[in-house]
């Protein structure tokens, strides 16, 4: 674990002299030195654009059998590097579709990155994957051990789920949603090693403030560190071409670094970096949202083809963009993660926009309502553990079937998803209404086609169509949200009874059940209005 005791254990790591500033090259090797009083000399391959060592304090921190790179690896490039007016060394590394970037500032210790693509990589994602040595950096934070799957015992599923100690583990575990995602680390009690990100790291990803992907692995060889920019993991809109950054690699002895707005990037400005754009000549959007509770997160998106940016709004509703890339944008206002309004707005160069936004009002009676929307599984049995562990774990509560009434039961009562053949829900209630009514079922991810289907006192509404498929696992690889569908069961008067009602919710597919890897959806909340 990442404790305190960091300068007393830094004293037993070796230190080399501070040596100076700058780049050479010899054969196929470009070494970078960037004159830091905690030295940093790193090495690329001046064929592949591959880092091939990294020293920091004399320690070598870069895993011998395999490079840092781009996705995984580049395989050919043409590299070059410059020094710009003794302040900067900058390291561009050019395909025919990637450009990437790789900047050091004079004295400080921090490889700052960035990366333009005019298509996807054949790999399939884009990703700056650092494989570090996990002797020197076998920690990981800010969620520890549930990603640390070296030593494992045996395969749970997919190659990628493994038990170490009884526990299931998994690199998906170390995930944590963009818009909370400004430093992700592995290092020991003496070193650090460290992806930072700001609110223009993620402006070219693609998935929105809420998406998820992997940020570390210690996996028994090395230790990884990743900024992933997009990829198949529950991806939810098409991949963005152009800039994605600047982000950087950031090595440190005491403490965790600041990334968010503690990493200042502007200086990107003076380095002829292909799409990057500069503060001055970007816009910001301001303004107030209202008709979301003060007791859930209010979140607002904004987003284009080019770009995408989030921010949250203060306790009184009130909101400042990050500075955008001029163009037209969708708003997005969100209660947690659950969409609640969404309007266009345009961003000038130079200009603050003004963008007040507001919910809007549901105008159905609700007669009993079980989980809020929020978009998200929380308060569901098994949603507390879900994101850092499978199912199958032995820490998990049983998934059921479960029964819940209505009025008596905790919504620990309800699993936080419902699998194809394995366990339908049953809600019991007690009530008056007689007349038509509407079901509603909200769901945060749909894995195989699968959604809702009910039954009302024996009577089956007709049972919606298929949702937009997403290629990947979700509820076994730490992942919650995807689409966010929300399904609306007509009843018709009759069907309700005075007295006491059952409802069963099940979960219906065209592909087989396979356990937890069957199809399933994951629920956000369940519904019934008058």
């Known amino acids: ?51 091939k060592s990294i020293k920091y304090r004399g320690e070598e921190l870069q895993y011998a059998s395999t490079g840092t790179h781009i996705s995984s690896g580049l395989g050919t490039a043409t590299v070059k590097y410059e020094t710009i007016s003794s302040t900067y060394i900058k390291v561009t590394c050019t395909t025919s579709t990637l450009t990437h970037y790789m900047v050091i500032k004079n004295g400080d210790p921090t490889i700052y990155m960035a990366t333009h693509t005019t298509a996807e990589p054949a790999v399939g994602e884009l990703r700056f994957l650092a494989r570090l040595n996990n002797v020197l950096l076998p920690n990981e934070y800010p969620f520890g051990v549930v990603s640390t799957t070296g030593k494992s015992t045996s395969i749970v599923e997919g190659e990628d789920v493994f038990v170490v100690n009884g526990q299931t583990r998994s690199k998906f575990y170390s995930s944590e949603r963009f818009i909370d995602d400004t430093v992700h ?81 502007t200086f990107f400005k003076d380095l002829q970096i292909t799409g990057y754009v500069a503060p001055s000549a970007r816009g910001t959007v301001a303004g107030t949202a209202t008709g979301v509770s003060t007791s859930f997160q209010r979140v607002l998106h904004w987003h284009n083809d080019a770009a995408q940016y989030w921010a949250y709004a203060d306790s009184a509703g009130k909101f400042t963009s990050p500075a955008m890339k001029p163009g037209t944008y969708t708003q997005v206002l969100y209660r947690g993660e659950f969409k609640v309004k969404a ?87 007690t009530g008056t209404h007689t007349a038509a009514a509407t079901l509603r079922v909200g769901t945060t991810l749909s894995f195989a086609g699968c959604r809702p289907a009910v039954t009302v006192n024996g009577y089956a509404p007709a049972a919606p169509a298929a949702p937009t498929k997403i290629d990947s696992r979700g509820l076994t690889r730490g992942a919650y949200r995807g689409f966010g569908e929300v399904y609306d069961f007509a009843i018709p008067a009759g069907k309700l009874v005075s007295g006491t009602n059952s409802i069963i919710v099940s979960c219906i597919s065209g592909s087989s059940g396979d356990g937890f890897l069957g199809p399933n959806i994951i629920l956000d909340a369940i519904e019934l209005f008058k």
Not at 203 to 212: A, D, I, K, L, T
Not at 236 to 251: C, N, S, V
């Open 343 to 429: 309007a266009s707005v345009t961003v000038s160069a130079g200009k603050a926009t003004t963008a007040n936004i507001a919910a809007d009002v549901e105008t159905k009676t609700s007669l009993w309502r079980i989980g809020e929307w929020d978009g998200q599984p929380k308060g569901f049995r098994n949603a507390d553990k879900q994101l850092r562990m499978h199912p199958t774990d032995s820490r998990m509560s049983s998934w059921g079937p479960l029964t819940y009434t209505v009025g008596s039961s905790s919504l620990d009562d309800i699993p936080m998803a419902i699998v194809k053949e394995k366990n339908p829900l049953t809600i019991k209630f």
């Open 185 to 265: 680390c592995v290092g020991s009690d003496a070193t650090h090693a460290c992806m930072l990100m700001n609110s223009y790291s993620y402006e070219g990803s693609s998935g929105g403030p809420f998406f998820r992907d992997i940020n570390t692995n210690n996996n028994g060889p090395y230790t990884s560190l990743t900024f992933y920019m997009n990829s198949g993991h529950v991806q939810t809109e098409k991949f963005r071409m152009g800039l994605h950054g600047p982000y950087a690699l950031a090595f440190t002895r005491s403490g965790i670094p600041v990334g968010g707005s503690g990493l200042d990037t």
């Open 1 to 51: 674990m990442f404790t305190k005791s960091i300068l007393l254990a830094a004293a037993a790591f070796s230190s080399s002299a501070r040596a100076a500033f700058g780049a050479t090259q010899s054969g196929d090797i470009i070494t970078v030195d960037a004159g830091s009083a905690n030295a940093l000399v790193f090495t690329v391959n001046a064929k592949s654009c591959d880092i």
